[in-house]
């Protein structure tokens, strides 16, 4: 709760760490849908929709993309943004 805070940028790209296919979820969300950890190279993991691959191809150690994509509103009208992983090629893939 410290507002002594520091803006900084980390990589857009990271590693699948795991996943999970949702097939039951709230009424806003169309199921199924993927939902996974990715880890950055600064230390940083993060929780995000998995989309652009068949579950089926998808797997733990993965190169994915981190993009941020509105995902619907609030109670007033506000765009909710949130995170999302697509796959992607890195070098040495």
């Not at 996943?19 to 600064?42: C, H, K, M, N």
Request: include cysteine.
């Amino acid at each position: 709760m410290g507002r002594d805070l520091e803006t900084i940028r980390f990589s857009t790209t990271g590693t699948l760490y795991t996943f999970s296919i949702v097939r039951q979820s709230t009424p806003e969300f169309e199921v199924p849908y993927a939902l996974g950890y990715v880890d950055f190279s600064e230390g940083v993991r993060i929780m995000g929709q998995i989309t652009g691959c068949d579950f089926e191809d998808m797997r733990i150690g993965m190169s994915l993309a981190l993009s941020l994509e509105p995902f619907g509103e609030d109670d007033e009208g506000n765009p909710l943004t949130g995170y999302r992983f697509q796959p992607c090629e890195v070098e040495g893939d």
